[in-house]
């Protein structure tokens, strides 16, 4: 990725955006330059709400709805996109500026083959006929590695995987040659081995085409193999700047310092329960189906009170499916859960409130998990009056008392909504909700995956801590291999509904591993620039895919 | 595709025990009428003799359910009995009425809805515009009239003060096309006032519920033209509920223009409905109420075989 001997690309002047609230507009990018050459690739770091997203498709001269672009100057090949009127701003757009969404499989239209959809561009702006525009996509689909590139482009988007789509979103952006392409956080939704096939992807066609591109992650450790400077934001303002490898080595302010260093938290591993203790949870060969088709065969694990078992695997691997075993929501075909030495009924309606109360839920989404129209208080108050039968001043002293333990002040967050919260607050709503049952175990589904990486660190913190004075046991779900270092006791695998490999977690992050274990630990990006090239030469160019799409 | 055939197998058995349902209603509550029809022919001066003699000529001292299997097994062959009104055949009568009947539905629903489809692919366009709010007031005050106020209106203006089309359509059997068409026209539009408001609002609405979608974001960012982009992109995906909207009003076309027919004297099921039942003609009252409950089944069923239709998952399974 060489840049010196290009000219300036985009150059953006002091960028500033609003964003409406009501009836008020207010400023949410505050005077943003940014300079991109020909060729080069510029990473966009930071956390929800640094504006990253937006500066990014400021770049098309683009505002979402409720965003407006109030000041400032951006220049794309000597063009002002602030001032250009919207057909040749249109003309632009997809043509020599291109974008590639967060989540390819809600961003292909899903009525039509992937591969109308990949020719439209090309027809629309008079690039290239359908037959020429049909065969490039072929060309690109083979360039990518997808598989069957012949036919591949014929199907609707929900007949392909995650990480297939996500490449064929890049051929798609691709078809007209743009000169800049903006990457939105093109990997965030897929699983770490799936990852690095569409990095590959990525970075061998922006090399191929030396196309200019703006990437935005929130993972360091990914832009780390992708950009050659990064950028780093804050709510809108810019941190610093610097080339990749100076930014990494010696971070200069004080924000990116802290960035850098919450891969580093990692709380010491508990010794194994003793072997004539009775587990709080016990899966004992639970195989179970959705209707027809079977998604479990014969899981068993055992989780202590005070320990935290983390199950790790793909989507699909059916980590979240053991939690509805475990819950009663769904009723395994065969095996059995036992709570305390005793078995569970298998479904929820025959289990009683106290047995209910044991086991309780945190889930990945706070935002939808929380009722909207209900007051923190409220939320709260439910499980403690159902389980516990408690009223009145006892209601709302337990409640203040809970809030306390999640860190957040009773007497301002007790009357808010959901909405007037941030995600990682939402989050601790969920986990007050989930300790006010006073439960013995507490099943944390993805609990972090949705939050910024210094909010997820204070999350695990925060259940570290409520473990150490509760004595819960925790079943922790999770795909992310930094999350189950820092907390985990014991490690789960999963890979298609079977336990691929289980025990204490110092064993497991040592070799020598499972085959799939190992694929998994080495496909975690690394914050080393080099990293990825290198896991290529490792691994050989021609099956780093197979794993992903198998 | 042999997911796609046992759902739509599933959906015609559905349709079948409905319509079924409906049949085993309609005789029912005719039975649970005071009197019979015997009674009511003869008039109260009638011996009993008589009375049971006729009974027996019409079949009605036979139980109930095996009246009400040969009734339908004669309607299942087009036969519906006899009117008591003029000793006709029911099917005889029926027919042309039903024919004039799906005539003007048909007319009605050729205008209504391309022009709804239009008024709200415009209206979702041009949102919060003055012309989406024009569209949105004119087509609601439309709906909110009364279809017969709407037919007098009409009348007044298209007939009377500006003499273009006839006020009464009394249609001849022998009417060429065009000059049906003509004198069809009037009840037509007034159908069409009142159920467009409907179907454009839905339109309207289930485009602009998908234009958040992260897919017209990216084919907007790909630059594609507004219109292509709710077209192409919304419009496909909003299909299914707009489906079930056009046949819900498309079944009112049928079973509810007995006010409009009464209005313009159009010699349609309605009208034929109307007179029936204030002859006490049940023959003719059953089979008119088969008849609209069929139609209605028939349009839910083709709703809900063409929302299938539009959703990709079900039309390509993986």
């Not at chain 1, 200019?212 to 941190?239: C, F, N, P, S, W």
């Not at chain 1, 289990?351 to 990945?364: D, P, S, T, V």
């Not at chain 2, 319509?19 to 109260?44: H, K, N, R, T």
Request: with cysteine.
């Amino acid at each position: 990725m060489q840049n010196s001997k290009h000219g300036v690309l985009l150059n953006i002047r002091d960028l500033r955006i609003e964003g409406r609230s009501g009836e008020d507009w207010t400023e949410i990018v505050h005077g943003v330059d940014l300079t991109l050459r020909r060729g080069e690739v510029m990473g966009l770091i930071g956390e929800s709400g640094a504006g990253k997203s937006t500066i990014g498709l400021a770049a098309m001269g683009y505002a979402r709805d409720g965003c407006r672009i109030s000041g400032g100057k951006i220049e794309f090949d000597g063009m002002d996109l602030t001032t250009t009127p919207q057909d040749d701003l249109r003309a632009l757009r997809g043509s020599r500026i291109a974008y590639v969404a967060q989540s390819a499989a809600a961003s292909f239209n899903p009525s039509h083959r992937l591969i109308d959809q990949h020719t439209e561009g090309p027809m629309l702006h008079g690039i290239s006929s359908r037959e020429e525009s049909e065969k490039d996509a072929i060309e690109l689909y083979r360039r990518l590695r997808l598989p069957n590139p012949d036919e591949i482009g014929f199907r609707y988007p929900h007949q392909v995987s995650g990480g297939q789509l996500q490449r064929a979103m890049t051929a798609m952006v691709m078809s007209c040659r743009p000169d800049l392409i903006i990457f939105d956080e093109p990997t965030t939704a897929l699983d770490v081995t799936t990852q690095i096939e569409v990095l590959a992807s990525i970075r061998d066609i922006v090399d191929q085409f030396d196309t200019a591109a703006l990437y935005i992650t929130h993972d360091l450790a990914v832009v780390a193999q992708m950009a050659d400077r990064i950028k780093v934001l804050l709510k809108g303002d810019e941190v610093e700047e610097a080339e990749t490898r100076e930014m990494l080595e010696s971070p200069k302010q004080d924000y990116t310092k802290s960035l850098w260093a919450v891969r580093s938290f990692e709380r010491p591993q508990k010794p194994p329960a003793p072997a004539d203790a009775v587990p709080v949870v016990s899966v004992k060969n639970i195989s179970a189906a959705y209707g027809e088709t079977p998604v479990l065969f014969d899981v068993s694990f055992d989780i202590h009170a005070g320990r935290t078992v983390a199950v790790v695997g793909e989507s699909g691997s059916g980590k979240s499916t053991a939690a509805r075993c475990i819950t009663g929501l769904l009723p395994p075909s065969s095996g059995e859960v036992m709570f305390d030495g005793e078995v569970l009924p298998a479904d929820f309606r025959n289990r009683n409130r106290e047995q209910l109360r044991q086991a309780q839920m945190i889930y990945q989404m706070a935002d939808t998990a929380l009722n909207p129209k209900k007051r923190i208080g409220e939320i709260i108050s439910r499980p403690v009056q159902f389980y516990l039968g408690l009223k009145g001043a006892a209601l709302k002293q337990r409640v203040d008392q809970l809030l306390d333990q999640i860190e957040l002040e009773p007497s301002q967050y007790y009357h808010r909504y959901p909405s007037e919260l941030s995600g990682g607050q939402k989050q601790r709503i969920g986990i007050a909700r989930a300790l006010a049952a006073e439960p013995k175990f507490i099943i944390c589904d993805e609990v972090t995956s949705a939050l910024d990486q210094l909010v997820a660190e204070g999350i695990l913190k925060l259940l570290d801590r409520l473990q150490e004075e509760l004595n819960l046991a925790y079943m922790f779900i999770t795909h992310d291999l930094a999350t189950v270092r820092s907390i985990a006791d014991e490690v789960v695998v999963m890979r298609q509904g079977k336990v691929v490999e289980a025990g204490p977690k110092d064993v497991m992050f040592k070799p020598p591993h499972h085959p799939y274990t190992d694929l998994l630990l080495s496909s975690v990006p690394e914050m080393d620039p080099d990293w990825l090239t290198n896991l290529l030469e490792e691994r050989g160019a021609d099956n780093i895919g197979e794993a992903a799409d198998v | 595709m042999n997911g796609l055939a046992m759902l739509m197998a599933k959906r015609i058995g559905l349709g079948l025990i409905t319509l079924f349902a409906v049949s085993v209603i309609i005789f029912a509550a005719l039975e649970l009428m005071p009197g019979d029809l015997a009674e009511q022919v003869l008039g109260q001066s009638a011996t009993p003799e008589t009375v049971a003699q006729f009974r027996k000529e019409l079949g009605l001292d036979k139980a109930p359910h095996i009246r009400y299997f040969d009734w339908l097994g004669g309607a299942l062959q087009g036969d519906f009995g006899v009117s008591l009104a003029n000793k006709r055949s029911v099917a005889d009568q029926l027919a042309p009425r039903f024919a004039n009947t799906l005539f003007l539905a048909a007319l009605a629903a050729a205008i209504s809805v391309p022009l709804a489809l239009t008024l709200g692919v415009l209206a979702a366009l041009y949102r919060n515009s003055i012309f989406d709010r024009v569209a949105n007031v004119s087509t609601l005050t439309s709906i909110s009239s009364p279809e017969f106020f709407l037919g007098y209106v009409l009348i007044l203006f298209l007939a009377v003060k500006n003499p273009i089309f006839p006020s009464i359509s009394n249609i001849s059997p022998n009417a060429d096309f065009m000059e049906q068409l003509y004198r069809t026209m009037l009840p037509a539009i007034t159908l069409t006032l009142v159920v467009t408001a409907h179907m454009m609002r839905m339109t309207r609405a289930a485009i602009i519920n998908l234009l958040a979608s992260p897919y017209i974001e990216m084919a907007r960012l790909k630059g594609v033209p507004r219109w292509r982009v709710i077209v192409r992109h919304a419009l496909v995906n909003a299909l299914a509920p707009i489906i079930n909207v056009v046949a819900l009003n498309l079944a009112y076309l049928i079973t509810g223009v007995v006010l409009v027919e009464v209005v313009f004297v159009y010699p349609g099921v309605g009208q034929l409905l109307v007179d029936s039942v204030s002859k006490r003609d049940l023959p003719v009252v059953q089979a008119c109420c088969l008849i609209f409950a069929a139609t209605y089944v028939l349009l839910n069923l083709l709703a809900d075989v063409g929302s299938i239709l539009s959703n990709p998952r079900l039309r390509h399974p993986r």
